[in-house]
């Protein structure tokens, strides 16, 4: 008979993102922003349409310092990074049905794709994905909207974890405290 | 006797936002983002250093379309919004300490105003700020900061307000549905 104080644990699903409609030229920030957030928040890596092997590099470099095994990965055809995937597509977009509504689905399944536009949506993308969700019905942000929801559905899980940095903060109320691992001692 | 039936109702603060080191230039789309995701989710104003008027006339349409009271104000001097701020000073920074340590006291507070830095955050904020709280002790946005900073501390409130508006979303599992209010009949 299981022990009635045994810790009950949370299982959370393995989330990936994707991001349509980049344009390298005019919002490397918003995107830069948008990938750190995701990595910040525990998902596993981000599909970026068009591809912008720069900004996968630079995101490369900041799992280096800082750890974890997330990555940028490019895709040139955003429909079959959306076909292929084998679990539950949500599309967030401020017409969709509220987060609150579909938490429940959202939290039971077992991987999740994201998927955020930019400033014009394919249609198609409200046909493909299994759930159009709102993080609130307000005009906001892409990255406001993925940190939101990767916290609500990730955030009550294990903490995310991010090994093999270089280097890692030691939180402080004041000033900056920052540990860097000696060479070789990197896990 | 109070009825033990009555829902209990929890108080939330009343939260302002400072933006320090905007380049009106360089980064319109990162702080439009940011005054967009703290008027979303429950900001009363968003404090603007240095000041951009083009950005908070932005902001005062889409408040006008979407409903709210929320504001963008320009600050020529941060220093003096802080010291003449009549409640809790939140910095929100990655070296910080962990949101939920500070949770508690965060949610008891009447007036909380949360400031976020640019690239480079002038020393002297960590000493004038009542606490340093970080989202994450990973690099990321402060634009996702603020959005989950937001939703963890006004989320579990009444739900935030937007009347007034010319136009409401009607949340919709596919494709857009927008209801457009009569002139003269906004409130």
Redo the contacts between chains.
Sequence with gaps: MPSRTRPRVRVVPTVELLRLGHRAGR?P??TT??A??A???GARRMYLNPPDPGLAERLAA?ARR?GGSFEVVGAGDWRAVVRGFDGTVVHLT?????LERAMRRIASARTVLVVVGGAKVPPQL??MSG??I?V??????E??????FL??VLGRGPP?R?GGGQQ??L????????RTAPEGRRS
């Excluded at 401020?94 to 509220?98: A, C, D, E, T, V």
């Excluded at 990255?143 to 939101?148: R, S, Y």
């Excluded at 939180?171 to 920052?178: D, H, I, L, M, S």
Aim: charged share 20%; proline share 6%.
């Design positions: 919002d920030r918003l922003h948008l750190l957030v990595r910040a928040f900041v800082w401020m017409y969709g049905i509220p409200y046909r759930l159009n709102a609130g019905n307000q005009p906001h942000s990255v406001g909207a993925v940190a939101v916290d609500r995310v991010f890692r903060i939180p402080r109320a004041r000033g900056k405290a920052v």
